[in-house]
T-cell receptor, first 113, second 114 residues
Framework: ELKVEQNPLFLSMQEGKNYTIYCNYS?????LYWYRQDPGKSLESLFV?????AVKQEGRLMASLDTKARLSTLHITAAVHDLSATYFC?????????????FGPGTSLSVIP | DAGVIQSPRHEVTEMGQEVTLRCKPI?????LFWYRQTMMRGLELLIY????????DSGMPEDRFSAKMPNASFSTLKIQPSEPRDSAVYFC???FGTGGSPLHFGNGTRLTVT
């Protein structure tokens, strides 16, 4: 059974600091997604990572994937208040001929001025 | 494109009533997913379709839940009879394949069962 874990689940950090959110998953995967959710809103796609060693960056966020370790990281550089949100990783896995996507529990990030 | 459209945005109903949630995926997308989000259980995959065919409904919590996709542009999730523990935000998402394409989420339906 595919399981996805994230840590930390809650993160409070000061503006200007760096931090990393970790996403572990239990079985082999075809791809890894990162999403952002603001309170009361829908989920917004940030990154899709498809292969071992993949790295993608957008502004102050950088995501990477290590398929051998079954680990993805979301690194936050010089955090600003606007990054406060809940961040989800999700793992896609092909089962039989179709693709299932399972989400982690989310990391609630609060950036404090 | 208007994105994934869900209706209603909010639904308040009494225990025992039937509830129907609706979703219009993005045109051309061949996968459709229904998720339920609660504080306690996070985002749970309920069911997903490929080319209008239900592929995996193992996440549907009980027989009270059913989902259909009669055509490529419409899906419903029905709860009958509803119970207070069904209160949650229900999201529909669609994607074009799932290889390199992200899932696009609707705005969700917030369901409250009293």
């Amino acid at each position: 059974e595919l399981k996805v874990e994230q840590n930390p689940l809650f993160l409070s950090m000061q503006e200007g600091k760096n931090y990393t959110i970790y996403c572990n998953y239990s079985t082999t995967s075809d791809r890894l997604y990162w999403y952002r959710q603001d309170p009361g809103k829908s989920l917004e796609s940030l990154f899709v990572l498809l292969s071992n060693g993949a790295v993608k960056q957008e502004g102050r966020l950088m995501a990477s994937l290590d398929t051998k370790a079954r680990l993805s990281t979301l690194h936050i550089t010089a955090a600003v208040h606007d990054l406060s949100a809940t961040y989800f990783c999700a793992v896609g896995r092909r089962e039989t001929s179709y693709d299932k996507v399972i989400f982690g529990p989310g990391t609630s990030l609060s950036v404090i001025p | 494109d208007a994105g994934v459209i869900q209706s209603p945005r909010h639904e308040v109903t009494e225990m025992g009533q039937e509830v129907t949630l609706r979703c219009k995926p993005i045109s051309g997308h061949d996968y459709l997913f229904w998720y339920r989000q609660t504080m306690m259980r996070g985002l749970e995959l309920l069911i997903y379709f490929n080319n209008n065919v239900p592929i995996d409904d193992s996440g549907m919590p009980e027989d009270r839940f059913s989902a259909k996709m009669p055509n490529a542009s419409f899906s419903t999730l029905k709860i009958q009879p509803s119970e207070p523990r069904d209160s949650a935000v229900y999201f529909c998402a669609s994607s074009f394949g799932t290889g390199g394409s992200p899932l696009h989420f609707g705005n969700g339906t917030r369901l409250t069962v009293t």
